[in-house]
């Protein structure tokens, strides 16, 4: 049977669409080890070879990589969210109560959502923090630094953004707070310093172009929705992709 | 000779590279490497592997027993009290009480992204790189964590201290009983032109004073003290950092002097206060 089954391993990793898609065997060689990296579109992010104390978990406290994963957590729900979401003042509150009540595995994928979510700032804060406390900043790494100051940035904006989209009392009015703060932008918001001079008015700020209105209202949902779902992870993986490949071409920081 | 019988490819006169040595080995480097190194795979990719393992059975763990909030369908005719961001802007909105919105809402993140973009340029200290250190880089490392600690505190006082009206409740207090209206606040200005008996204008001379004193000083005795620190910045370095420092720093004082003295402003220019 074990001699059945050897030949039939044997002609399957043989043929040529098994050795087209898998490049090297799997003996454990320093060689087999090296192509797994290699020749692994996600593996080879990471060099072949690392420093073993940078690895090590109570150097790099696993925060960055972890941030990369509640990213990928949060897009794989929230694509799932937005099969069942519309993004319309009349219906969105009850799409979100069919996702809590009605649809299969809904709220299990709402709430891994928002807790990813509230993680991921938390462990993007916690990454900086290592990332300053080791001086991991300093030359040649200062432009990755500032690539990751705009990735924050991006994080707290896209975990905002969605905070509209359930459509309830806490959305609207925590919205609401936040883009007071807008009007208040000194030269483009009305009630900012230099706003009134500058020929500022509600209905032509920076909260208006923010909005889509004077209030949170339809066009602020739809805004929002867009923002929270398509043009801000974009630019999240564009930054990624560079914060990633800095990191490659500068070396990892870590003990000498 | 003997040594033709190792020259295994021969050397080529027009080839500036060639063949050095054949040697035993499992691995491209063989002798041991300068850094000391090891392979990704499996080693890194372990931990990577066992922490995602971790991190995603966390959260779905957690999502069983944590229900994401879902309150009453959004309304314009009820407002509630107090209206709150979400938890990782209320250090910002906490803020609001001490500034003007202008100030808390749009100038001070701005400055504080600008000022963690600014790091890399101003702390020139090449030590610590790569380690954990507080003696090598004793003002860098104070400095940041002195922000996140007012950071984390600001938050944790909008998280669970404030209550009805923006007012402090502490935890065992009744949340539903609004408090009393507190004592009216003064301007600066004007409590220096009441108390001292001079005209506004002396009164508001002095307020501005202050504050161009607080930075003048905050930039002189620094450089005085540390002379070294100042010639290793040079003086842009030094501004901008001191500056941002001031600025930080800044925050806390004028926090102090509201709840202390109940002043509400210390500088009022016609086209904004602070």
Request: hydrophobic share 50%.
């Amino acid at each position: 049977m074990s001699k059945l089954m050897n030949r039939i391993s044997n002609w399957v990793t043989s043929t040529p669409f098994w050795k087209a898609v898998f490049r090297h065997g799997y003996e454990d060689t320093a060689r087999n080890r090296s192509l797994t990296t290699f020749s692994n579109v996600l593996y080879h992010l990471h060099p072949v070879k690392t420093r073993r104390e940078s690895i090590k978990i109570r150097y790099t406290w696993c925060m960055g990589g972890t941030s990369l994963l509640l990213f990928v957590i949060l897009t794989v729900t929230g694509v799932l969210l937005m099969f069942y979401y519309v993004p319309d003042t009349r219906r969105a509150y009850q799409d979100i109560k069919d996702i809590m009540t009605v649809v299969s595995f809904g709220s299990t994928f709402r709430n891994v959502h928002r807790l990813a979510a509230h993680g991921m700032v938390f462990t993007v804060w916690v990454h900086m923090t290592r990332v300053f406390l080791t001086g991991a900043y300093k030359p040649p790494r200062e432009f990755n630094w500032i690539v990751g100051v705009l990735l924050l940035v991006l994080t707290l904006l896209l975990s905002w953004t969605g905070y509209l989209l359930p459509w309830d009392q806490l959305a609207l009015w925590a919205i609401t707070v936040g883009t007071k703060m807008a009007a208040a932008t000194p030269f483009f918001g009305v009630e900012g310093p230099f706003g009134a001079e500058l020929g500022m008015r509600p209905d032509n700020d920076v909260k208006f172009m923010l909005l889509g209105g004077t209030e949170v209202g339809q066009n602020a949902l739809l805004r929002f929705y867009v923002l929270h779902c398509v043009v801000l992870p974009l630019f999240v993986v564009v930054f990624l992709a560079v914060h990633f490949w800095r990191v490659r071409k500068d070396g990892f920081s870590g003990p000498l | 000779m003997p040594e033709k019988s190792f020259e295994v490819f021969p050397r080529s006169p027009k080839k500036t590279y060639g063949l050095m040595e054949l040697v035993k080995g499992t691995a491209p480097g063989v002798e041991k490497e300068p850094e000391d190194t090891t392979f990704t795979w499996p080693n890194l990719f372990y931990n990577e592997f066992l922490m995602a393992l971790a991190v995603t059975a966390l959260l779905l763990f957690l999502s069983l027993y944590v229900q994401a909030p879902l309150e009453e369908e959004a309304s314009r005719d009820t407002t509630p009290n107090p209206m709150k961001a979400p938890w990782y802007f209320l250090g910002l909105q906490e803020l609001l009480v001490f500034f003007d919105p202008w100030i808390a809402g749009v100038a001070l993140p701005v400055l504080i992204m600008i000022g963690l973009m600014l790091i890399p340029f101003l702390d020139i200290n090449p030590k610590g790189r790569g380690s954990y250190t507080f003696s090598e880089r004793k003002f860098a490392v104070t400095n940041y964590s002195f922000g996140m600690a007012l950071w984390v505190v600001l938050i944790i006082i909008g998280v669970w201290f404030r209550g009805l009206d923006w007012n402090w409740y502490w935890l065992w207090e009744n949340g539903h009983v609004h408090k009393p209206v507190a004592a009216g606040l003064g301007d600066l200005p004007v409590m220096f032109s009441r108390n001292l008996g001079i005209s506004d204008f002396a009164g508001k001379a002095i307020s501005d004073l202050l504050m161009l004193a607080y930075f003048a000083i905050g930039l002189i005795i620094p450089a005085w003290f540390f002379k070294g620190f100042f010639k290793r910045l040079g003086v842009v370095r030094y501004i901008t950092t001191m500056v941002l420092f001031l600025i930080m720093v800044g925050i806390p004082i004028k926090i102090a002097l509201r709840l202390v003295f109940s002043i509400k402003y210390a500088i009022i220019t016609p086209w904004f206060k602070i």
